[in-house]
């Protein structure tokens, strides 16, 4: 079978612009969610179904292979279990603290990836992405906004600090993923590797409520307003992995993939614009010096 062609440079940063406003649409409706009485859980089991639906069914409309070799299961597990951390960290962090912030910290994984590469045997990292990572930590700081957040009472400040904590682990459990994905399972099939992975988020995630590690995790939307965000924010995870998964060969990532941090800018105007998540002039600043210097820093790595 000959490979699909690429697409044009503009139609594949457009589709990844697409993907990336998805994820950031998504998040917005788990808050909304999250402060209708959905539970940190609920919402991650809702999400795996609907796209372990979709990958199910589209192995089976074009026929591809869910084979995975036994030696190569426990990494599959891990994997699985990375990203069911990831879930839980990121919904933990974005109901505490604004979703721009959330996830500006999140997307400081490409970082961590960097320095987990460094310390299981890759090579160090270059002076100039060494002095990318401390102006993101800077960013970071501004975007917190410190001496605003110090003058408010201390059980806000103690929100932001778990919000934070949470949205730094899910980078961490991300960036991990991402090394077991490159380092021990890059031979096994897109398809295979993404359903398996779904499914095992599934399972962790079904574990965790039915041992009430989350209290109310599982807990079902009080409102209708709730069950529409979940349905929502379902629909909006599973088409854009989907979109991702399916045209990833058509888009030239090595590329383009710098589009994708579209996310936590669309993520901020998102929460400005229907959560009322207004910004100071401080974090409206932070936030461009992340986003730009993870951009900065993804051109260094090509």
């Known amino acids: 079978m000959t490979p699909a062609q690429p697409f044009s440079r503009r139609v594949a940063l457009f589709i990844l612009l697409s993907v990336g406003t998805c994820f950031a649409s998504a998040h ?6 999250f402060d209708n009485g959905t539970g940190l859980l609920t919402a991650v089991v809702f999400r795996s179904i609907v796209t372990l639906g979709l990958l199910s069914l589209l192995a089976v409309v074009y026929k591809q292979s869910i084979k995975l070799r036994w030696r190569l299961v426990p990494w599959q597990l891990l994997l699985g279990l990375l990203i069911a951390i990831q879930s ?10 604004p979703v721009g912030i959330a996830l500006l ?21 270059t002076k100039a992405r060494a002095s990318i ?73 079904l574990s965790a409520g039915s041992v009430d590690i989350i209290p109310g995790g599982l ?5 209708g307003v709730g069950l529409a965000t979940l349905l929502l924010l379902s629909g909006l995870y599973a088409c854009a992995f989907i979109m991702l998964f399916m045209l990833a ?10 589009a994708m941090n579209i996310e936590p800018v669309a993520s901020l105007t998102l929460g400005w614009l229907i959560l009322g998540q207004a910004l100071s002039p401080m974090q409206i600043v932070g936030g461009a010096v992340v986003v730009s210097c993870i951009v900065a820093f993804a051109q260094l790595k090509k």
């Open 88 to 97: 839980i960290s990121i919904y933990s962090a974005v109901s505490r603290i």
């Open 133 to 205: 990572m401390g102006l993101i930590l800077i960013g970071l700081i501004l975007a917190l906004d410190i001496p605003a957040l110090a003058q408010s009472d201390q059980s806000n400040i103690d929100l932001w600090l778990i919000g934070i904590g949470f949205a730094l682990f899910a980078a961490f459990s991300f960036a991990l993923g991402l090394w077991v994905t490159e380092n021990k399972l890059s031979r096994v099939q897109g398809s295979a590797r993404s359903f398996y992975t779904m499914l095992t988020v599934l399972c962790l995630t």
């Open 28 to 33: 917005i409706a788990a808050r909304i969610s």
């Open 219 to 223: 807990s079902l939307p009080e409102t």
């Open 105 to 125: 910290t999140v997307n400081t994984f490409p970082v961590q990836l960097a320095l987990i590469s460094w310390l299981l045997g890759g090579k160090p990292p």
């Open 249 to 258: 060969p058509r888009l030239n990532l090595a590329q383009n993939a710098s």
